[in-house]
């Protein structure tokens, strides 16, 4: 609440500000300053940027630079106060210094050097005190940073070539696709049918209790729908058990066998049918020719096993 003696009611919210700041442990002679009006309080939680806690260590690390030499820069670029405690940044100073500082330490965190903002910050403060180029765009002087490496070799290699030094090397640059983006996924048809609209609302469902006393179930007692529930769950795990039995049985059903392939030579019906022949094929004619022929005993008459 204000009292009497209150002549900018604004202080109100600059008093959170100051209590912002003290919690994270920036000093008081600090903290009051920002009941100035040309100095705003920005608090930058940096804690959601990284998942992988070591990960997140070094690039704040990287934030505040060797003996803190990278966030002193960063400080004189900008004109702000900027503490990195814990999980946040606090960030005093002009709006404009607080839109740069939090750019840079969001980049930080999200794995851009603050190297290359600070070189940007540096042109942008020099090409700001010339008066022809102060109006006009600057973004012919600044640098245009590639942060990722492979690209920065495959450029070198086509510098040294005569041929493609003049030409547009889109064609040879591969194209890197951007991390921690959600995919569309594909959507499915709609149907083309419109439902036909009706004032009326839908009819209402049968309630739990309904299906009850309708089954009957409800009048039972509870060891009855105990009873009921137990042989239930057993007639479904009879037919889950079954199911996985044929499917058990079907691994082990033997393959069909391949029938072995007749001869092509046409059978002899008059042979098969006359058992003498036979025996005359298999004994030779030799056997049953009249001239120079030894003599046969019965057992040269029987058909030999195949």
Known sequence: KTTRKTWDPYVVLKGRDVIKLLARSVSAEQAVKALQDDVQVDIIKISGLVRNKDRFVKRRQRLLGPNGSTLKALELLTGCYILVQGNTV??????????????????????????????????????????????????????????????????????????????????????????NVKSKKPQADAPKYKKEYTPFPPPQQPSKVDAQLESGEY???????????????????????????????????????????RSAEPADTEGAANPATVIKKRMGAAAFSGAGAKKSSASDFLMKPI
């Open 219 to 261: 009048f039972l007692s509870d060891k009855e729908r105990k009873d009921r529930a137990k042989a239930a769950r057993a007639d479904e795990n009879k037919r889950s058990k079954e199911l996985r039995d044929k499917e058990k049985a079907a691994v082990l059903v033997p393959p069909k066998e391949k029938r072995a392939k």
């Open 90 to 179: 606090a960030v005093m100073g002009s709006f404009q210094g607080l839109k740069q500082a939090r750019k840079v330490i969001v980049d930080c965190m999200n794995n851009v050097h603050p190297i290359y903002n600070i070189k940007t910050l540096m042109i942008r403060r020099e090409l700001a005190k010339d008066e022809q180029l102060k109006n006009e765009n600057w973004d012919r002087f600044l640098p245009k940073f590639i942060y990722n490496i492979k690209t920065l070799m495959i450029r070198r290699e086509l510098a040294k070539d005569d041929q493609l030094k003049n030409e547009n090397w889109d064609r040879f640059l591969p194209k890197f696709k951007k991390k």
